[in-house]
């Protein structure tokens, strides 16, 4: 039997039916849920650890007949096999980690535990296996004379450097201490990711008296009620750490003392001793990525990391962030001025702090634009918000959107659509999940459930999610948004295009550097407050009636007012995260006098925090170590890439709507990420657009 049929034979292999757990194990059978989507009422805890063991023989299986293969190694029988195998522990893992993620509970945390420590070994018995090294070497060496198309010899070059990245070439005692690290950083991320969770989750501001809430929207009141309801506190309100509870309380509540109990409690968590503090973890895992990427021949982590993106090194990320940087703290500091100002006709003689600055921007931006974001809410519902991102995604690309009842959901509250191309054709799904829960981690993602690729000749239609914690509806009240939380539902939404719009043949070109990734979802946000597509889906959520155009051109011009600050707690987080891994010693460092070294060092004035601090740094922690800086990277590319549109004199211009579509969301990471932005703009990014859209110059 050839490696590639013997290879599709194991993928087909049938549970054993002798086994009463496998039977009534959901992931041992064929899904016959409409569009075969996760039966998540079938799926119970229990189900994922059994599973994902069965997952990890059949792919050990299916990579022992490719190592142990007979055959000279060819790009089908090596490449292509290796490529092929693991899917049914994907069908797995897509289903546990999006539900660790966005609604898990302590039998799935358990699971977790568990369960990454197996993985990483698992991960490294294949990335380490020689054979199977030599195999894809052997393809490597003789790519100059395979004749392969640019999607092959991309699938070609990521896989051999796949292997070398995780040690594939070091010695026999080098990858045993490899082996050690990538055991120990598993439990780290683990033990990081559970005590940030339940410090967030923990964190409670109790208000009792009413007059404790002067200021507060009606809103905001509203929804604190009903969350201290939900806690057995009824009468009370109930202000927490998720975003659509405590970004209301800084900008309105009038009550200081507990502006600065609640930022206090936010800037503190993972930082106060006890079963919830992460610094000595985050020290421990810099140190270990420091003695990896040494292993490896880097001198830092972020020189490794970084030599798979755009900027290709520090020098490049830090090149950047510079041009930025300057100008934003500038304009930072006069904000600090006109705030420190008004402060005073309140308070004479106090000094701004951390946890006034959103309370006087606020009053600033009232002042001099006459603006208030309470005015802009009415017309942000959030289902016709959610409309409105579908709205621009048709005009630009000609997909419908058709909302799916009866299908299978993970929670009550998530709702899923069909996409489908112009000409009818079904292109996929998206769930949309988009407010806070006690088992959902904090911040806004997009995931898969299942990734499009060509399997057996036939397109694999692709099922995404997007998950967000906006303001949840109270009352009578529809789930009203900011305009951040606007930008934010276009910003995952655009993930979720990008996820949908992939046409390459294999699994292994889709992903791209993370410093390019946010351009398709940061792009969308440039569409969501334009005036004309304001006119398509901002009506007002009681009368129907559109936004009016003197209310747009005022939070048009007070959105200016703020990017000082924006930028500035965003970049302190970005260079915090670069000087954590350009350290090149493996000596675990004292976590909080590191933070303050770096903050000084760049100047950050006190009264603006880092968006992230190290304790609760989560996305450090993950994919985008040493990769924090690429959401102002990918503005770069946002901004250049709208003017194109703009130039047109056409936000929907179809042809270049199309070249977009064509040359960046559908090509996945089968070309080079440079040249994928070249092909659509005919030219390399200019940084001149961003600073004059942010009022930095």
């Excluded at 594939?168 to 559970?194: K, P, W």
């Amino acid at each position: 039997m050839r490696p590639a049929s013997a290879l599709a034979a194991l993928m087909t292999l049938p549970a054993l039916a002798a086994d009463p757990a496998v039977v009534a194990n959901p992931f041992f059978a064929e899904w016959k849920t409409p569009f075969a989507v996760p039966p998540f009422a079938e799926i119970k805890e229990d189900h994922f650890l059994p599973a994902f063991k069965e997952g990890m023989a059949r792919q050990k299986a299916e990579v022992a007949l490719i190592a142990e293969a007979k055959t000279a190694p060819t790009f089908r029988n090596t490449i292509v096999a290796l490529e092929l195998s693991g899917q049914f522990m994907d069908r797995v893992g897509s289903v546990f980690f999006n539900l660790t993620g966005a609604e898990t509970n302590p039998k799935l945390q358990a699971v977790n535990r568990e369960l990454m420590p197996l993985l990483a070994a698992h991960r490294d018995d294949i990335q380490l296996n020689a054979k199977l090294f030599g195999r894809v070497k052997a393809v490597w060496d003789a790519r100059a004379t395979l004749k392969l198309d640019p999607d092959q010899a991309r699938l070609l070059e990521r896989t051999y450097k796949g292997f070398v990245r995780s040690g594939a070439a070091l010695t026999a005692e080098q990858q045993t201490r490899m082996r050690a690290i990538n055991a120990e950083q598993s439990n780290l991320g683990v033990s990081f990711g559970d005590r940030l969770l339940k410090a967030t989750k923990d964190f409670k501001l109790v208000v009792e008296n009413p007059a404790d809430l002067a200021g507060l929207p009606e809103g905001a009141r509203m929804a604190a009620a009903a969350a201290a309801k939900r806690a057995g506190l009824d009468g009370k309100w109930l202000f927490t750490l998720d975003g659509p509870s405590i970004w209301p309380f800084l900008e309105s509540a009038e009550n200081r003392d507990l502006r600065k109990r609640i930022l206090t409690g936010y800037l503190e968590r993972c930082n106060q001793g006890g079963e919830t503090d992460t610094n000595a973890i985050v020290a421990k895992v810099a140190a270990l990525r420091v003695e990896k990427a040494q292993l490896l021949g880097y001198k830092t982590w972020a020189d490794f990391v970084l030599e798979e993106n755009m900027a290709k090194d520090p020098k490049g990320v830090y090149g950047l962030l510079d041009q930025i940087w300057k100008p934003a703290l500038e304009v930072a500091k006069k904000e600090r001025a006109e705030l420190q100002a008004m402060m005073a006709k309140d308070l004479p003689g106090q000094k701004l702090e951390a946890w006034d600055w959103r309370f006087y921007a606020k009053k600033v931006q009232q002042a001099k634009y006459d603006f208030d974001e309470e005015s802009v809410k009415p017309y942000f519902a959030v289902d016709q918000v959610r409309e409105g991102a579908f709205a621009v995604a048709r005009k630009l690309y000609g997909v419908t959107f058709t909302e799916v009842k009866g299908i299978p959901v993970y929670q009550k509250d998530v709702r899923c659509f069909e996409v489908k191309e112009k000409d009818g054709r079904h292109l996929g799904l998206i769930y949309v999940d988009y407010h806070p829960r006690p088992g959902k981690r904090g911040g806004a993602w997009m995931s898969s459930y299942r990734s499009p690729w060509v399997k057996d000749g036939k397109q694999v239609d692709p099922v995404v999610v997007n998950v967000c914690n906006f303001t949840p509806p109270s009352g009578d009240r529809p789930a009203l948004l900011t305009s951040d939380e606007v930008q934010t539902l276009f910003h995952e939404f655009g993930h979720g295009l990008h996820g949908l719009f992939y046409k390459g043949r294999y699994r292994g070109t889709a992903g791209t550097p993370r410093d390019f990734v946010e351009l398709p979802s940061q792009v969308m946000e440039n569409w969501a407050m334009e005036p004309e597509v304001l006119k398509l889906y901002a009506k007002h959520y009681k009368t129907g009636e559109v936004i009016p155009e003197a209310l747009v051109a005022k939070m048009n011009k007070a959105a200016k007012f703020g990017q000082g600050f924006a930028t500035v707690e965003y970049m302190a987080a970005s260079l915090l995260d670069m000087d954590w891994h350009t350290l090149t010693t493996t000596k675990p460092q004292d976590t909080a006098a590191f933070e303050k070294a770096s903050l000084a060092k760049w100047g950050l004035i006190e009264e603006i925090p880092p968006r992230y601090r190290s304790p609760y740094f989560n996305h450090i922690m993950g994919g985008y170590a040493a990769g924090y800086y690429s959401y102002i990277w990918s503005a770069v590319l946002d901004t250049d890439a709208f003017q194109a549109f703009k130039e047109k004199g056409n936000l929907f211009d179809p042809a270049t709507a199309a070249k977009f579509r064509a040359e960046v969301l559908s090509r996945g990471g089968m070309i080079d990420p440079a040249q994928l932005y070249r092909n659509f703009r005919g030219r390399d990014p200019k940084v001149g657009p961003l600073l004059e859209k942010r009022g930095l110059k």
